[in-house]
């Protein structure tokens, strides 16, 4: 069972997102959050297994959240589920150590389907998401000067930096395993590295992981 804590300030939204995963057999929803201060109350109280966050809230934001349970409660794995499409807080989110991060345009079942792959320890970005981290990889510390990732070798970078296997890869990207080579192949030699390890090093740097 997986348990999680929402921590939105709509009470209308909170509703209806409990309601919603009340009718998941394997979802749990064990405790709510109307604000920042009372998100880290409530983690505190009832030690969930997701946080799923909204980074626009009163008395302290999702980000300033993000922060605060990256050094307290790191165990806790946090999924933003907002509205901000702003790369002012996605990419500092992203960094702080948001394991996923959905718009609030996406369907009940996408969102289930996000709380699954982020409580098995995978990544989930929205696609505008993976655009705004290639743009700060292109040009933040490390960047890789004239070549650049496409946007499907972005997300496979994004799964090296947790260590999964091309097999793995394939299965959560729903592509062959011989494209997934293909795919690692060509990040390695853009970065410059002979190793999977040294792309997953450079993927957490760059905040993918």
Sequence with gaps: MIRIVIAEDHQIVREGLRMFFDTQPDIKVVGEAANGREALEVIEKTNPDILLLDLIMPEMDGLEVLKVIGKETPKITVLVLTS???????????????AGYVLKTVSSTELADAVRSVAAGKPVLHPEITRMLMREVRKGPGAIGSESFTQREMEVLSLLAHYLSNKEIAKELGISEKTVKTHVSNILSKLGVSGRADAARYAKEQGLG
């Design 84 to 98: 901000a499409l702003d790369d002012r807080m996605v990419i500092p989110a992203v960094r702080a150590g948001a």
